[in-house]
Each structure stands twice: as C-alpha cells, then as structure tokens.
C-alpha cells in the first residue's frame, strides 16, 4: 500500500510528525489544511529527519503537497549553507542536490542550481525567497 492510497487520520504530534504521517498528509492536504498547523510548521519540519521524506514528495509531480515539500527543501538548504553545514550534514544535502539534477524535473533542478549559488555565493540569501517561498511561488532561478 502507498502513501497516496492510504488515509491520512492525522498527526499525532503535528511538530515532531512521523515521516509516514508527512507522506500520508501530502497526498491529502486538505484533510489538515497548512492554516491549521503550528505557526512556522515548513521551518519544523525542514529538517534532518524528514529531508529525504520531503524530498521524495517535491520530486513527484502528482503529490498535491509537492510545492510544500519543495519549499522546505530550500528552507533546508538555506540552513545548511548559512550555518556552514552545522545545521545539516554536507553529504547528504550534495546528494540531494545531484539527485535532484540527474532525476529531477524543471522546479527541481531550479532548486538544485539555486542551491549550489547560495553556496558559490552567500549574499544571494534572501530570507522571503528562501524561507518564506518566494522562490518556489516564483519558480525562479537565482542568476
């Protein structure tokens, strides 16, 4: 059974939620609309934890949460870079990114390139674009 034919009965703790419950509630986000979640619920989640999870949601076309799942990815990305990769592992998020540029589609490979600017190139960093959307309502690439 897959995320997408099961039922989403909710989170049991919606900040720390399981990477399954994130998969069930991406494939039906209306059943808890985003409005509904902890203020800066995209910043707790953008994390370790369910990157690979939010990942895998951003790079599927069909996912209803997919833009959700692809603004945490830069939200995660962000926070890599900026910390020098004390908040995120530099490993995987350089395996993410060339995934994301081998497999990935247009809005993936924009986050990929967008990403490896950030870090060629720091004073990019806007925090609307990067951690409230900006790029992803964009779909813009950095120059």
């Known amino acids: ?3 997408q034919d099961s039922t989403f ?14 998969r069930a509630w991406a494939y039906q986000p209306d059943s808890v609309p985003l409005a509904a979640m902890p203020q ?31 603004h945490c990815l830069y939200i995660y990305a962000a926070g890599g870079i900026r910390s020098g990769f004390r908040a995120h592992p530099k490993r995987r998020f350089w395996k993410l990114v060339e995934r994301a540029e081998r497999e990935g589609d247009e809005p993936m490979r924009t986050w990929a390139q967008n990403s490896r600017i950030l870090l060629a190139q720091p004073d990019v960093f806007v925090y609307r674009d990067w951690c409230e959307g900006g790029l992803v309502r964009e779909n813009r690439r950095l120059p």
């Open 9 to 22: 009965r909710g989170f049991a703790n919606p900040v720390d939620p399981s990477s399954a419950e994130l």
């Open 40 to 70: 800066d619920w995209d910043l707790l989640v953008a994390g370790n934890g369910l990157v690979t999870t939010l990942f895998d949601l951003a790079m599927d076309p069909a996912c209803p949460a997919r833009r959700f799942a692809l």
């Open 1 to 3: 059974m897959t995320a």
